[in-house]
Nanobody
Framework: VQLQACGGGLVQAGGSLRLSCAASGSIYSINVMGWYRQGPGKQRELVARITSGGSTNYADSAKDRFTISRDNAKNMVYLLMNSLKPKETAVYYC??????????????WGQGTLVTVSS
């Protein structure tokens, strides 16, 4: 099972970006999908996550500006980020809890996509 993230890039402060992440492989079902980020010299932190039923939770810093969504049929998760701040410059990683077709449960990480917010 693999996660492939894309959509990062350079954006000015106050701008927006939409990240996408696609899961592929021997997937039976996906429970929680989420986005994490790791800034320079910082620990990886949760940004937002969403269950297969659509329940969401956000880091306090992301509430009201970021929106996580998913397409269960396509095994994809998205993160729309508005009003971005320079301190949110980080590598953004997608994450998923996957039940494989041979009934193994895996926690899978994507390769990360760099978001740079300029001041």
């Amino acid at each position: 099972v693999q996660l492939q993230a894309c959509g990062g890039g350079l954006v000015q402060a106050g701008g927006s970006l939409r990240l996408s992440c696609a899961a592929s492989g021997s997937i039976y079902s996906i429970n929680v999908m989420g986005w994490y980020r790791q800034g320079p010299g910082k620990q990886r932190e949760l940004v937002a996550r969403i269950t297969s039923g659509g329940s969401t939770n956000y880091a306090d810093s992301a509430k009201d500006r970021f929106t996580i969504s998913r397409d269960n049929a396509k095994n994809m998760v998205y993160l729309l980020m508005n009003s971005l701040k320079p301190k949110e410059t980080a590598v953004y990683y997608c994450n998923a809890g996957v039940l494989t077709t041979d009934k193994r449960y895996l926690e899978v990480w994507g390769q990360g996509t760099l978001v740079t917010v300029s001041s």
